[in-house]
């Protein structure tokens, strides 16, 4: 049986007010699995916990209650972190260093030498479409630039699984697309993303599936078109039908050369499910 590529059991996190004799519950009771050579999404709205449970997934936060595994091993590990790239929502760079400085330092970090770093950093810098800009220094670089940079630096190790935070924040609608590009691109090469994001057009179109937080409850998990499809009713697309099939259709189109294309449930958005889900969430409360 294949390993999942994250396991989170249960988990609860609460933080204490300040000042205050009452807790925070930022997350409550999370379940979910994120399959190898998957890309999930985690949605929610501003204080559902999204990057609460990314933190804790990646070792940057403890716990209060649960448990979450990467590749079966203890998150709370350091050696589970060793396939994992992290690209966090505002990354800090050394605006100093050039592109090519910044990818070389990391892949130092992560015990590249020689040629193998030198090698590993031109083929990112590819990936991400930044070799014309690999000797300018990162205090030139656009929003979008910074990002791409970011996520190459994530990718220095050869990682089986990615983290990212809010990859497309503040970045314009070219940069987005970009971007977008190369977390399908990860995912053809059999590389895990787990992603958090407020675009939902965009998660739509890459994520095989998603979970939608609110108030640090799960309230709606699965595969993106199994989510997005509207019971009770069904969709027929039809070949070559006459303007007589169409009217006398449920008697007909047994007895016609009519051709059934297709059969499916009619589908909403992901911005209509995220909008009912997080609108019908309990409310919040402290402890």
Known sequence: MTEPAVTVQNLTKVFPIPFRR?????????????????????????????STTLKIILGLVTASAGTTKIFGRDSREVGS???????????YFYKYLTGAETLRFYGKLCGLRGKKLQARTDELLALVSL??????????????????????QALIQEPKLVVLDEPTAGVDPAGSREIRDLILDLKRRGITVLLSSHLLAQVQEICDRVGILANGVL????????????ENQTELILENATPE??????????????????QR?????????FLEATKTSPAPRDS
Do not use: H
């Open 265 to 273: 449930r009619p589908q909403t958005t992901l911005e209509g499910l």
């Open 219 to 230: 309230v709606r998990e699965g595969r993106v078109e199994d989510l997005l499809a509207i």
């Open 131 to 152: 070799e014309e800009a690999s000797d300018r220094r990162l205090g030139g670089y656009s929003k979008g630039m910074l990002q791409r940079i970011g996520l190459a």
């Open 245 to 262: 099939v169409l009217g006398q259709i449920s008697a007909l189109l047994d007895q016609t050369k009519t051709r059934l294309v297709e």
């Open 22 to 50: 009452t807790k925070l519950v930022a997350v409550r009771g999370l379940n979910l699995e994120v399959a190898p050579g998957q890309v999930y999404g985690l949605l929610g709205p501003n204080g559902s916990g999204k």
């Open 81 to 91: 972190r060793e396939a994992v790239g992290f690209l966090p929502e505002n990354p």
